[in-house]
């Protein structure tokens, strides 16, 4: 069956700009998870949501981060005003609710910012 | 919230087994532990989960201490297939009810035919 999907799978960006990275979950899922990978460590939380409310947003590094999940499926993280360190794999997860125990990933988005 | 201290690399011949340690010392009495792996350009899939015993599934069994300060992820037949990054993860419950994962920077295993 379908997983999560991510898009774009590679993005390049000039310093400065802004980027838009999309998630489609499975469907059904009920929460949505964003992590940040840096090359050579493990995933970071970023953000939650439990359908369209984002319940967790400690792990955004700087205002410059936003997500959102308007109608409760696809989510899209959006980076402003992009730096050299926003460079990383960008996963995102779901689970089929609350307190479910597997989180499903996603391929990831590469983000290279020059 | 619980960290996890994991070798950085591990080596394993195939068909045998993988013994892959992990030590989450600060853990609560609340919190599981979760392995997860990550092959090459994937996201992290994941593998078997516990919290005070120990557990076993089609791919691999989680051995826990019973004071719950570290554990092992046994891959009993390792294949070629199996090279990846191993996460130990505890699972830790956010101020605003979210589960959270609490990566460390996983084991390198390598299976060597």
């Known amino acids: 069956g379908a997983g999560v999907s991510q898009s774009p799978r590679y993005k390049v960006a000039k310093r400065g700009q802004d980027v838009a990275l999309r998630c489609d979950p499975i469907s059904g899922h009920v929460s949505l998870f964003w992590y940040q990978q840096a090359l050579g460590q493990g995933p970071e939380f970023l953000t939650y949501f439990q359908n369209e409310a984002q319940l967790d947003k400690s792990g955004l590094p700087s205002d410059r981060f936003f997500a959102e999940r308007p109608e409760g499926s696809v989510s899209t993280l959006k980076i402003q005003r992009t730096q050299q360190e926003d460079s990383a794999v960008y996963l995102c997860?779901?689970?089929?609710?609350?307190?479910?125990?597997?989180?499903?990933f996603g391929p990831g988005t590469r983000l290279t910012v020059l | 919230d619980a960290k996890t201290t994991q070798p950085t690399s591990m080596d394993c011949a195939e068909g045998r087994a993988a013994n892959l340690p992990c030590n989450h010392s600060?853990?609560?009495?609340?919190?599981?532990v979760y392995w997860y792996r990550q092959i090459h350009s994937q996201g992290p899939q994941y593998i078997i989960h516990g919290l005070k015993n120990n557990e076993t599934n089609e791919m691999a069994s989680l051995i826990i201490t019973e004071d719950r300060k570290s554990s092992t992820l046994i891959l009993p037949h390792a294949t070629l297939r199996d090279t990846a990054v191993y996460y130990c993860?505890?699972?830790?419950?956010?101020?605003?009810?979210?589960?959270?994962?609490?990566f460390g920077t996983g084991t390198r295993l390598k299976v060597l035919a």
């Open positions: 600060t853990i609560s009495g609340n919190e599981y």
């Open positions: 997860a779901s689970s089929l609710s609350v307190t479910d125990n597997e989180q499903f």
């Open positions: 993860i505890v699972r830790s419950r956010g101020t605003s009810g979210t589960y959270k994962y609490i």
